[in-house]
């Protein structure tokens, strides 16, 4: 596996996604342990400047699922939070909010760099009601206070979008994310 690149990682982690139902079992196998254990080695050797950040997100989406938790890569995510948040898309930064939220990562510094007036204005135009949902609700879940994406929210051209295009979860999630982060009822 050593001659693996950002490809081959981002591939084999979802494709192992697609098991989700027997995650249990995969965290518990050694080879799975041992695929954890060469790519930890090469994010502790490289950082993660050698992958873009689709396949960051690839990954770490996959942990997510999994429910595998990595604090070297995690930590590596947050030291590269501005870069990839910039680089990626709003896919990217829904799945990367979607595991943080599943594990219960309060990972500031990526949701700072992702509460950016630049990084909201790409989700809120190229992101999907689906993206947008998940990564308000990743927000709000984790106690994280958002200053820019609510009010890029609230503007009247990305509503009719999620009302317009979005299914009755991706309204009802933005519209509940969007009510605790004005009530901060749990944090």
């Not at 090469?42 to 873009?52: A, I, S």
């Not at 809120?124 to 998940?134: D, K, M, Q, V, Y």
């Not at 979005?166 to 944090?187: E, L, N, Q």
Request: with cysteine; hydrophobic share 40%; proline share 2%.
């Amino acid at each position: 596996m050593g001659e693996f690149d950002d490809v081959n990682w981002s591939t084999s982690c979802v494709r192992l996604e697609k098991l989700r139902r027997n995650s249990g079992v995969i965290r518990k196998d050694v080879f799975f342990k041992n695929f954890l254990a060469e790519f930890e080695g090469k994010v502790q050797r490289e950082g993660l400047e050698w992958m873009g950040a689709r396949r960051i997100a690839n990954v770490v989406h996959s942990f997510g699922v999994l429910d595998v938790t990595s604090r070297l890569l995690f930590d590596h995510v947050e030291d590269e939070a501005v870069r990839i948040t910039e680089e990626g898309d709003p896919q990217n930064i829904s799945n990367i909010a979607f595991a943080f939220e599943k594990l219960g990562e309060k990972r500031a510094a990526f949701f700072n760099a992702a509460d950016t007036e630049k990084v909201s204005k790409n989700l809120g135009r190229e992101g999907n009601p689906l993206n947008i949902a998940t990564t308000i609700s990743a927000f709000e879940t984790l106690c994280h206070k958002a200053n820019v994406l609510p009010a890029l929210i609230e503007t009247e051209e990305i509503a009719v979008k999620i009302v317009r295009d979005g299914a009755i979860y991706h309204i009802s999630a933005t519209i509940s994310a969007m009510a605790s982060s004005v009530c901060s009822r749990r944090c």
